[in-house]
């Protein structure tokens, strides 16, 4: 039977997951829309920060999870977003240029952040996959929920890096990460920067912007921070709920939760109560029960 708790639990995650925004905030920032913005930039500029988010994570990977301690204890959240802070005047301060010294900073605080987030959510930070897992949090950039797909932007993200994440976590079982595990591990930072380098132009485009200055460009990399921290939380509370009541039974509610939230004007998502906790790990879920009554409110508690 999955507890009210966890159903509460799963709601929050699926609403960070699928319609935290990161454009959306920069755009508030700078008061126009952020499409507009980055049309500014030249037409290279793409592959340039391509290349440098795939050494900011293989440079981040190198750095951020090797030396952390097993024992769990509280993300030291409000850190990490100092830090960034502190990085990201940098790039307030000198712009575009700035991007190869400031993002391999940035990654590896945040990758810090990120791998402390999943500890305190039950994860082994010692094994290698929950390290890969730690890593595909980049790839992970939130979006809209739309409530006739079943597809979830959130599992269509897992399930495009899955293959490679598992390739790479058997690879480095055997090999290590010598020479003849480098490929695969190269290939999963290719997929998760090809996803990871649209937000880090929308930093960029903004931190560039000469109005900022150092200010503004700390201001965007705390939201920065704040957004994959929230990824990282609804990721990783996901998977501890996948420990618990099976992948199958929690990717069907998680779908469910996105389809009848999809329309909703509420800034906080509803959650699901089945009065009989007994469906089965696959086939439809039935939403005849989704929202309760104050009366089987009553009853739950």
Partial sequence: MMQRADLLAL??????????NLATHLSHLVGMPI???????????????????????????DGALWTLPRKKRKPANRTHKF?????GALGGTFGIM????????????????????????GE??????????????FALSGGSAEGESADTSYYAARSFLAKA????????????????????????????????????????VVQSMPALGAVGGATVNLLFMNHFQQM???????????????????????????????NTKSKVWNALYWSQDNLPASGPLSMDSATPTPKQLKKQQ
């Fill in 232 to 262: 990282a939380q609804a990721h990783f509370t996901v998977r501890r709920l996948e420990r618990v009541y099976g992948k199958a039974l929690i990717a069907e509610r998680y779908a469910a939760i996105v389809k009848a939230n999809a």
């Fill in 11 to 20: 709601t929050r995650a699926a609403q960070r997951l699928e319609s935290s």
């Fill in 35 to 61: 499409e507009k913005a980055m049309a500014a930039l030249p037409g290279h500029w793409s592959t340039i920060v391509a290349r440098i988010t795939k050494s900011a994570l293989t440079k981040a990977l």
């Fill in 124 to 137: 082994d930070v010692t094994t290698i996959e929950t390290k890969l897992e730690c890593l595909t949090v």
């Fill in 98 to 121: 700035a991007l190869a010294v400031e993002l391999p900073i940035s990654a590896t605080i945040m990758l810090r952040s990120i791998a402390e987030i999943a500890r305190a959510e």
């Fill in 165 to 204: 994440v598992s390739d790479t976590s058997n690879h480095v079982l055997v090999h290590g990460f010598s020479q003849e595990g480098a490929p695969v591990l190269v290939r999963l930072i290719n997929l998760v920067a090809t996803r990871f380098s649209l937000p880090v132009s929308e930093k960029v």
């Fill in 83 to 87: 830090l960034v802070g502190v990085s």
